[in-house]
């Protein structure tokens, strides 16, 4: 693996040379103002970052799969009820965590491939007349599929059940890089990470809690210590953790929110939306589809592209790592060996986007696809071009 070449797996992402340094801090008094100084301002830009202006955001050392153990420990008791969709690995593995928590787990079993139903949802919700859906949870982007679901959508369901449940949203590989309102669509709990969105390290569980959210872990009976927000919340009143803070990596989170609050969130989304779309272009240049069934569901981080029929799709990430040092996404669970996913969240630019392309190419043609090399990278190349000459249209 070359350590120049960019990854186009969809976290880890790449860390901005500026971000890495910023993690790389002396020893500092981890529980003297100074950590304060690093630690609100990073809680500050998050809670930016997640379009709020009161959400309470917390910080833990632990991962995205943390966040979700956070989210459901200290707002649920075992036995309660909760409504979940699965549409792939990642809301595979939340209802997994929610069942072994001893909550009772209502599925919607949902094609991997499709979004979130918010309409079954809604049936759902308004059947449960006695509201003992205690929370309604949802994988805002579903990174094993490339799938955006729509959770604007899901509040108004909610809403039209005229029903009390609480709203979890998994924003693991969304937060940072797709349009994300915590306010608007009165979340209550959002999860991510630090090696998404925020182009950190692993390392970082980030969570924001809503007031009601916030009042849930009042009676919430689920076993916690390490991921007691409340616990966590004393810690900050004091600029402290419960325990050892990874003061480094919350330096370096203070940066990429600036960096990312600078360029503009909504900058950053249409950075985004157009990397992924000259992906998208350079997909159906190679004659292949997505995984994502239709486009009102296409990810801006993450392209899950289908192999044809006699060819498996970890050996082209196998054969991209080996033979040109870069790294692409496998497909995970229900969908190993049918597809690859080019991951398109981060640092990233049109032009690294292009290598990422060329590369995917490579591999498909080693392998034997009938794919005409540089036929995807002149879709993406006649893409930017074109954006980039109406950017500039805009700007005069
Ligand atoms: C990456 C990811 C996770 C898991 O995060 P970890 O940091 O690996 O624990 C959860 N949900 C989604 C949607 C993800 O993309």
Same mark, same amino acid.
Request: aromatic fraction near 8%.
């Given at each position: 693996?070359?350590?120049?070449?960019?990854?186009?797996?969809?976290?880890?992402?790449?860390?901005?040379?500026?971000?890495?340094?910023?993690?790389?801090?002396?020893?500092?008094?981890?529980?003297?103002?100074?950590?304060?100084?690093?630690?609100?301002?990073?809680?500050?830009?998050?809670?930016?970052?997640?379009?709020?202006?009161?959400?309470?955001?917390?910080?833990?050392?632990?991962?995205?799969?943390?966040?979700?153990?956070?989210?459901?420990?200290?707002?649920?008791?075992?036995?309660?009820?909760?409504?979940?969709?699965?549409?792939?690995?990642?809301?595979?593995?939340?209802?997994?965590?929610?069942?072994?928590?001893?909550?009772?787990?209502?599925?919607?079993?949902?094609?991997?491939?499709?979004?979130?139903?918010?309409?079954?949802?809604?049936?759902?919700?308004?059947?449960?007349?006695?509201?003992?859906?205690?929370? $309604?949870? #949802?994988? &805002?982007?579903?990174? =094993? @599929? *490339? %799938?955006?679901?729509?959770?604007? /959508?899901?509040?108004?369901?909610?809403?039209?059940?005229?029903?009390?449940?609480?709203?979890?949203?998994?924003?693991?590989?969304?937060?940072?890089?797709?349009?994300?309102?915590?306010?608007?669509?009165?979340?209550?709990?959002?999860?991510?990470?630090?090696?998404?969105?925020?182009?950190?390290?692993?390392?970082?569980?980030?969570?924001?809690?809503?007031?009601?959210?916030?009042?849930?872990?009042?009676?919430?009976?689920?076993?916690?210590?390490?991921?007691?927000?409340?616990?966590?919340?004393?810690?900050?009143?004091?600029?402290?953790?419960?325990?050892?803070?990874?003061?480094?990596?919350?330096?370096?989170?203070?940066?990429?929110?600036?960096?990312?609050?600078?360029?503009?969130?909504?900058? $950053?989304? #249409?950075? &985004?939306?157009?990397? =992924? @779309? *000259? %992906?998208?272009?350079?997909?159906? /240049?190679?004659?292949?589809?997505?995984?994502?069934?239709?486009?009102?569901?296409?990810?801006?981080?993450?392209?899950?592209?289908?192999?044809?029929?006699?060819?498996?799709?970890?050996?082209?990430?196998?054969?991209?790592?080996?033979?040109?040092?870069?790294?692409?996404?496998?497909?995970?669970?229900?969908?190993?060996?049918?597809?690859?996913?080019?991951?398109?969240?981060?640092?990233?630019?049109?032009?690294?986007?292009?290598?990422?392309?060329?590369?995917?190419?490579?591999?498909?043609?080693?392998?034997?696809?009938?794919?005409?090399?540089?036929?995807?990278?002149?879709?993406?190349?006649?893409?930017?071009?074109?954006?980039?000459?109406?950017?500039?249209?805009?700007?005069?």
């Amino acid at each position: 693996m070359s350590f120049q070449n960019p990854v186009f797996i969809p976290g880890p992402t790449n860390i901005p040379e500026a971000v890495r340094k910023a993690c790389d801090m002396p020893t500092i008094d981890h529980r003297s103002p100074l950590f304060g100084q690093i630690l609100h301002p990073a809680r500050a830009g998050v809670q930016k970052v997640l379009k709020s202006t009161s959400a309470e955001v917390f910080i833990f050392p632990s991962t995205g799969t943390g966040g979700w153990e956070t989210t459901i420990t200290n707002t649920l008791s075992p036995g309660d009820r909760i409504l979940i969709a699965r549409n792939g690995m990642f809301s595979h593995r939340w209802i997994d965590m929610c069942q072994r928590h001893g909550l009772k787990v209502e599925i919607v079993e949902t094609t991997w491939g499709d979004g979130i139903s918010a309409a079954r949802y809604e049936e759902i919700l308004t059947a449960d007349k006695s509201g003992k859906i205690r929370a $309604v949870l #949802a994988t &805002h982007n579903e990174t =094993a @599929t *490339g %799938v955006l679901s729509d959770i604007g /959508a899901i509040r108004r369901a909610m809403d039209a059940a005229n029903h009390d449940a609480m709203l979890f949203v998994d924003g693991v590989s969304s937060i940072g890089s797709m349009d994300f309102r915590f306010d608007d669509w009165r979340v209550d709990v959002a999860v991510t990470g630090s090696q998404k969105g925020f182009m950190l390290p692993a390392g970082l569980a980030i969570v924001g809690f809503s007031e009601k959210a916030m009042q849930a872990t009042a009676t919430a009976q689920l076993p916690r210590t390490f991921f007691d927000v409340q616990d966590m919340g004393a810690g900050y009143a004091n600029n402290a953790f419960p325990y050892t803070p990874p003061v480094g990596l919350i330096n370096g989170l203070k940066m990429t929110c600036d960096m990312l609050l600078n360029e503009g969130l909504e900058n $950053v989304f #249409a950075r &985004h939306h157009r990397i =992924a @779309t *000259g %992906v998208r272009r350079a997909v159906a /240049a190679w004659g292949l589809d997505l995984c994502a069934t239709s486009p009102d569901v296409y990810s801006d981080t993450v392209s899950a592209i289908l192999v044809p029929n006699g060819f498996n799709g970890t050996d082209i990430v196998t054969h991209a790592a080996e033979k040109y040092g870069v790294a692409f996404g496998v497909g995970l669970g229900e969908v190993a060996g049918k597809l690859f996913r080019i991951g398109h969240l981060g640092s990233l630019t049109d032009v690294m986007t292009l290598s990422g392309i060329a590369t995917a190419e490579m591999c498909m043609v080693d392998l034997g696809m009938k794919i005409e090399l540089g036929a995807g990278v002149a879709a993406a190349q006649d893409y930017y071009r074109q954006v980039d000459a109406q950017e500039q249209q805009d700007a005069a």
